[in-house]
């Protein structure tokens, strides 16, 4: 039986993947994205999933936003909370302001004007551009945008996140000032984050736990906690070993592959 709704196996698991399969198209032609993959992530947990590209990093994340199905197996979400997501590109509405592109699920969510007006400073505060709000996408950078697509997203109120290679098309410094940023909202908010990137660095940057893919059909080869004190640094030489362990493990897999 597939289901995208079974509540997960226990109270303390935030998100719950059990032998999710994921079949594109039929025939000869079909494509197993995933084969089997088993994933728990507990309340407040970050959780990072790599895997060299096309190994099925989005259709996971895809199938546990609940914008596709599962061909097999089940995914839960605790108190069945609709996770907030987001993706390489910010996703915003060009034609409004900063403001109320934050105030979108505000509204969507039945708020009244003056709590939405609060919230939305509140989230803009939260990603540090408080003065930007009356500022359209385009008069942004690349950064920040993609705050006003976390502030978005936060205005969810959702306890889960997911989140898809955020931060790839950033140049490195940015990056690294959003990953504090998001490092630091996770801690707040306690969040569930199931974060999804090739870059190994970011991932152990970032991680409690990496779980590592392999290319087509999609399964779970590895998975390495990351007991490094936060805050941490993405050139420390602790998130360095970490990121060659797993390095290592995904060049064994591609070789493998003969890619
Ligand atoms: P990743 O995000 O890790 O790069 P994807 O999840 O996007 O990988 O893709 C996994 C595999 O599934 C790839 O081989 C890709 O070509 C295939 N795939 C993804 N989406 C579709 C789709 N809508 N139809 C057919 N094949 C797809
Ligand atoms: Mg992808």
Redesign the pocket.
């Known amino acids: 039986m597939t289901s995208t709704t079974t509540p997960p196996r226990s109270a303390t698991t935030a998100v719950a993947l059990s032998g999710v399969t994921k079949v594109?198209?039929r025939g000869p032609s079909a494509?197993l994205?995933l084969d089997g993959v088993s994933l728990d992530v507990a309340p407040g947990e970050f959780v990072c999933l790599v895997?060299a590209?096309?190994?099925?990093?989005?259709?996971?994340l895809n199938l546990v936003a609940g914008l596709d199905r599962p061909s097999g197996g089940q995914i839960g979400i605790a108190g069945d909370a609709n996770p907030g997501l987001m993706f390489q590109e910010p996703a915003l509405f060009p034609w409004l302001t900063v403001e109320a592109n934050v105030e979108v699920p505000l509204k969507l969510r039945g708020l009244p004007r003056a709590e939405r007006r609060e919230r939305v400073a509140e989230l803009l505060r939260t990603v540090h551009l408080a003065e930007f709000g009356r500022k359209r996408p385009h008069e942004l950078s690349g950064g920040m945008r993609q705050r006003v697509a976390l502030a978005r997203t936060l205005a969810l109120d959702t306890p889960v996140l997911l989140m898809d290679e955020p931060f790839g098309a950033l140049d490195a410094m940015t990056r690294d000032i959003l990953h504090d940023e998001l490092e630091r909202i996770w801690s707040e908010r306690r969040l569930s984050v199931l974060f999804?990137t090739h870059n190994v660095r970011e991932a152990a940057r970032l991680a409690d736990r990496i779980i590592l893919l392999s290319s087509?059909p999609?399964r779970i080869i590895y998975s390495t906690e990351v007991d490094i004190p936060r805050p941490r640094r993405i050139d420390s030489p602790e998130v360095a070993a970490i990121a060659a362990e797993v390095t290592e493990r995904l060049r064994t897999e591609v070789g493998r592959h003969g890619q």
């Open positions: 594109y198209g494509v994205a895997g590209s096309g190994c099925g990093k989005s259709t996971l999804v087509r999609g």
